[in-house]
């Protein structure tokens, strides 16, 4: 049975997401960050669960935003009429996770073939930071302030263009603009600069998604001037870095390319799986016709 989850879930919720948190930090992050079936933010998330005998088998998400998640280490296709049920309104403009879930389960809300612009299967990777290598330099981080913001959302805008080929539309600077604002207020976002010119910056890291003992890493980016200089591993194992003086013990992310992938490795990352991202050509509703 698939249904809405209620307040009196959270205890088992949490139990079925924590061992598996390295496949599901997006809709355990959104959880930590908002709360169960929270609204307001673009990744407050609407969450719903597959029971079996009184147990979770699986759960699904839906941010505001229109992201769709899943954690479904066993996923019965005969959930699908279900699903459907349960999900249907939704607003959807995107659609990841573990590609085998993340597969099933956009077959199962019948969009295998829906339109997308957006379709990539990348390398998914953990790090216990115990492990982890921070490459020498003498660059270092800061935290981003308001003088920052014009040049953090071009640089978002440009990182979504190549890792997605979003064009450069009114909506997606917008979007780039909320992402970049999300990040600083929350304060996952850092920059890296030169010791000798601290107000500029050559790289950015951010965090996608963060609890109290893992994060999953976002919006790494160096501008084309600065590449081949190492500054975006060396950005990210600072970033990495404090998080783990404060407590963090592990951090997961997808590589969207060969070099990505060489950068990672280079600072400890060891692959795990593989991760499904996909965005939509349109907005749309679950269980309009299309």
Aim: hydrophobic share 45%; net charge negative; aromatic share 8%.
């Amino acid at each position: 049975m698939i249904r809405k989850a209620v307040p009196q879930d959270l205890p088992a919720l949490l139990a079925f997401l924590q061992p598996r948190v390295a496949t599901s930090l997006f809709l355990s992050g959104n959880l930590h960050d908002h709360g169960l079936n929270a609204t307001g933010n673009r990744t407050a998330t609407q969450f719903w669960i597959a029971e079996s005998d009184g147990k979770i088998q699986a759960v699904f998400g839906s941010s505001e935003a229109g992201y769709l998640m899943c954690e479904a280490p066993v996923f019965d296709l005969g959930w699908s009429a279900d699903l459907r049920r349960a999900m249907a309104g939704r607003k959807v403009i995107g659609l990841s996770g573990e590609v085998g879930q993340a597969t099933v389960f956009r077959a199962a809300l019948g969009l295998a073939d829906h339109p997308a612009s957006f379709e990539d299967v990348e390398p998914h990777f953990l790090l216990k930071l115990d492990d982890l290598i921070i490459p020498d330099g003498t660059t270092q981080l800061r935290a981003p302030g308001d003088a920052d913001l014009p040049q953090l959302v071009a640089w978002r805008l440009a990182y979504d263009q190549e890792v997605f080929g979003e064009d450069d539309t009114a909506e997606n600077r917008c979007k780039s603009e909320q992402r970049v604002s999300d990040l600083v207020q929350n304060g996952r976002l850092r920059l890296l600069t030169h010791q000798d010119a601290p107000v500029a910056p050559v790289a950015m890291t951010g965090f996608n998604a963060a609890l109290p003992d893992i994060v999953q890493i976002g919006s790494v980016y160096t501008p084309p001037k600065h590449r081949g200089q190492g500054h975006a591993r060396r950005a990210l194992a600072l970033h990495l870095a404090q998080a783990h003086a404060a407590g963090v013990k592990s951090a997961v992310l997808f590589a969207s390319g060969p070099a990505a992938v060489r950068a990672y490795a280079s600072i400890g990352f060891k692959q795990i799986g593989e991760y499904a991202q996909v965005a939509f050509a349109h907005r749309f509703t679950l269980g309009d016709p299309t």
